[in-house]
Nanobody, 128 residues
């Protein structure tokens, strides 16, 4: 069974950091592209970043301008896990964060959200 499980969310003060994890079972993350998305209350789900497969040189894309320079996506092949390092968090970053994949090696175009496999999400709350 193919499954993605996010973890690492929580309550953090403005300016703080969190490291989100996306662990996979039933598929090898180093051969497929994995993306991070988020959905804030009352807003549509938005794509944040993507890391492509080894065959695509682990290329990374950051779709959302507001996270460029603050968020970093990476992968640990030995742990079959993708990470999203989030820094300098603001209340506007409060959302449920998801990882997802289409089980293809390359990343997708900006705005695409109709991916095949999704995790259950992890809640990030930025508040003082």
């Amino acid at each position: 069974q193919v499954q993605l499980v996010e973890s690492g969310g929580g309550l953090v003060q403005p300016g703080g950091s969190l490291r989100l994890s996306c662990a996979a079972s039933g598929l090898a993350l180093n051969y497929i592209a994995i993306g991070w998305f988020r959905q804030a209350p009352g807003k549509e789900r938005e794509g944040l970043s993507c890391i492509s497969s080894i065959s695509h040189s682990d290329g990374t894309l950051y779709y959302e301008a507001s996270v460029k320079g603050r968020f970093t996506v990476s992968r640990d092949n030995a742990k079959n896990t993708v990470f999203l390092e989030t820094n300098s968090l603001t209340p506007e970053d409060t959302a449920v964060y998801y990882c997802a994949t289409d089980r293809l090696p390359g990343c997708w175009y900006a705005g695409y959200t109709d991916l095949e496999v999704w995790g259950q999400g992890t809640l990030v709350t930025v508040s003082s």
